[in-house]
Each structure stands twice: as structure tokens, then as C-alpha cells.
């Protein structure tokens, strides 16, 4: 069973930028196998996926995000990084990390490894 953490989240104000970081340990496997997926749930909303990498590199992002936020991922530290910019007050969630053997595009509890969550709020 795979153990993510998830860190860097904060307040930060409308137009600021944000690193998000997602640490993985635990596995038996090599964690270049592996596709992460960075997903966000604000209040009152269904969990949705912002941006994922695979584990061939192959990104993909919510419209609402591309352009401003970018995902990367460093195999030699098993950890997965969502770099945001240009924050919006619509940005404001808790954002999550899943790993799994495939990129789910929607959100599937059941799938994979989540971790706790790190509180993003953008606000002046």
C-alpha cells in the first residue's frame, strides 16, 4: 500500500502562486510506474481532477487550470509537484494526491492511494 502525503498549501492572496507537493513511500514498486493525479474539492462540490502525469510523462490538466498551474514529477524523490499560478479566489479547495496504475480522469475513491489533503485558499 502506497502512503501519500500531501504539503504546501496555504493562504495566499488573488493573483499569487503556490507549490503543491506529493510524496509517496511504501510501495514495492518503483514509483516511475506509477500515474498521479492532483484533485481539489471545495465546499459543497464534487472532487475533481486538476492535473495528472503519467507515468510516461503524458500530462493533462482541467480547462479551468491550464495555462496557470503545471505538473511535474521527480522519480528520484517520488514526488509529484503542482506548481500554481495566477490564483484565483476560485481556486480555493482542499487539494488531493492520488496515485495509481492509471490516470483516473474522474474522481474514484476506490482507486489507488489518497492522501489527507492540503488546504489552498485565495483570498485578499
Known amino acids: 500500500q502506497v502512503q501519500v502525503v500531501e504539503s504546501g498549501g496555504g493562504l495566499v492572496q488573488p493573483g499569487g502562486s503556490l507549490r503543491l507537493s506529493c510524496a509517496a513511500s511504501?510501495?514495492?514498486?518503483?514509483?516511475?510506474?506509477?500515474?498521479v493525479g492532483w484533485y481539489r474539492q471545495a465546499p459543497g462540490k464534487q472532487r475533481e481532477l486538476v492535473a495528472g502525469?503519467?507515468?510516461?510523462?503524458?500530462?493533462n490538466y482541467a480547462d479551468s487550470v491550464k495555462g496557470r498551474f503545471t505538473i511535474s514529477r521527480d522519480n528520484a524523490k517520488n514526488t509529484v509537484y503542482l506548481q500554481m499560478n495566477s490564483l484565483k479566489p476560485e481556486d480555493t479547495a482542499v487539494y488531493y494526491c492520488n496515485v495509481d496504475s492509471t490516470l483516473n480522469l474522474d474522481y474514484r475513491p476506490l482507486r489507488g492511494s489518497w492522501g489527507q489533503g492540503t488546504q489552498v485558499t485565495v483570498s485578499s
Open positions: 502525469v503519467t507515468s510516461g510523462g503524458r500530462t
Open positions: 511504501g510501495s514495492r514498486n518503483i514509483f516511475s510506474i506509477y500515474a
